[in-house]
């Protein structure tokens, strides 16, 4: 059937389907993005582990002796001269 024969039939249809301009408006300005207050301490300690994390990251990156990030590729001087101690000291 036709929307426009179904509306003649009932004269409040096309009323009941569609919401009124004011209310549309006011959905419209509300939708806007406010934050709840109750999520606020969420926020809060979310952003305070995100930022310790970082920091601990980068400290154990800078300063942790034993950690290897890469490959130390020993350089032909030192083997010779670890060679040459050890036939030294037998």
Request: charged share 25%; glycine share 6%.
């Amino acid at each position: 059937m036709r929307a426009s024969f179904i509306a003649s039939m009932r004269p409040g249809f096309k009323s009941m389907m569609r919401p009124s301009y004011t209310r549309m408006a006011e959905a419209t300005k509300q939708s806007g993005g406010r934050i709840p207050p109750e999520l606020y301490p969420l926020y809060f300690v979310t952003g305070l582990v995100i930022c310790s994390a970082t920091y601990f990251s980068w400290k154990h990156l800078r300063y942790d002796q034993d950690l290897k990030l890469g490959r130390k590729v020993p350089q032909h001087n030192e083997k010779l001269e670890e060679v040459l101690k050890q036939s030294n000291t037998k």
